[in-house]
């Protein structure tokens, strides 16, 4: 069977400093992988999807990065971070070749705190 | 352009009472629908999916949805919520991309769920 981890669980850290979050899914290969941001009441908004190994999607501009060195390995980054890149980070992936109509499967979610 | 509507943003029902959740979409073609749950800390759990066919589709945790194309809705539904079913709720539409074979989900803004005993 398939299974997601992400870690840190949770996380603070001081404005300025950089970031890195990892996301890494087992018993699949080559699935589309995903970083969503959960603000309090604002929903999920998709940050990056990566159909493979070194393509990276960016949905909207912003102060983060990602990158997807291994088929199976998904990274959220920051050089700098702000106050308003704190929130819930998701990792997600789905099966390959048609993603709007699988089923995203969801990590167990970073809190990030930048203070 | 694709977008999905959760119009309760929190809903409070006491143990044993039947629950609704209303969910409306956006999109031209044919949708692919989900509704996720997510406890608080943790991140979502697929509950149902509607693709085609039988436009009522049964889930996990005796959840179900109805899928109502003249009223692009695809609300949930349980007979009797228990105490363990306060969480968050999320419906998503699935769109696909023009010209392409790959899409994303586009997810509404939730709707929180509290259970009195």
């Known amino acids: 069977s398939q299974t997601i981890h992400q870690w840190p669980a949770t996380l603070v850290q001081p404005v300025g400093s950089p970031l890195s979050l990892e996301c890494t899914v087992e018993?699949?290969?080559?699935?589309?992988l995903y970083w969503y941001r959960q603000a309090a009441g604002r929903g999920l908004q998709l940050l990056f999807y990566s159909v493979g190994i070194g393509q990276i999607s960016s949905e909207v501009p912003q102060n983060l990065s990602a990158s997807r060195p291994q088929d199976r390995q998904f990274i959220l980054s920051s050089k700098k971070l702000l106050l308003s890149d704190s929130g819930f980070y998701l990792c997600a992936w789905t099966w390959t070749s048609s993603s709007y109509n699988s089923p995203l499967h969801f990590g167990n979610g970073t809190r990030l705190t930048v203070t | 352009a694709q977008s999905v509507t959760q119009p309760d943003i929190h809903i409070t029902v006491s143990e044993g009472a039947s629950l609704e959740l209303r969910c409306n979409y956006s999109y031209g073609a044919t949708p692919y629908l989900f509704w996720y749950v997510q406890s608080p800390g943790q991140g979502l759990q697929l509950l149902l999916k509607?693709?085609?066919?039988?436009?009522l589709v049964q889930g996990i945790k005796g959840f179900e949805a109805e899928f109502k194309r003249s009223q692009s809705s695809f609300n949930l539904r349980k007979p009797s919520v228990h105490w363990s079913d306060a969480a968050e709720y999320f419906c998503a539409v699935g769109a696909r991309r023009r010209g392409s074979t790959l899409g994303r989900l586009y997810f509404g803004r939730g709707t929180q769920l509290t259970v009195w005993p």
């Open positions: 018993g699949t290969s080559n699935p589309n």
């Open positions: 509607y693709f085609s066919g039988d436009t």
